[in-house]
């Protein structure tokens, strides 16, 4: 490969956008699951169920977030490098 194909921070164009879905398909998945599960909530038959799926629900929730939050930064960060 030539030196012109690599970006400005030695990652491959290529990688980094595979990475950037792959990462987002993560946070996609994290979201979906997190609010199938809210759906739940209240309909458990012990209250210890119901709180358990409420916790793991806004974990998965948060993870979603924590990886939209982190890829941002990382769009960022890349599109500030590209400019100076």
Excluded at 1 to 13: E, F, I, K, V
Excluded at 14 to 29: K, N, S
Excluded at 46 to 64: F, K, P, R, S, T
């Amino acid at each position: 490969m030539s030196a012109g194909t690599h970006a400005p921070n030695g990652r491959d164009p290529v990688q980094q956008e595979a990475h950037f879905r792959y990462v987002l398909r993560l946070g996609d998945t994290s979201l979906v699951l997190g609010q199938r599960l809210g759906e739940w909530v209240g309909h458990a038959p012990a209250l210890e169920e119901d709180l358990g799926l409420a916790n793991l629900a806004l974990d998965l929730i948060g993870q979603a977030v924590h990886r939209a939050v982190a890829d941002i930064r990382s769009t960022v960060k890349h599109a500030t490098s590209q400019i100076g």
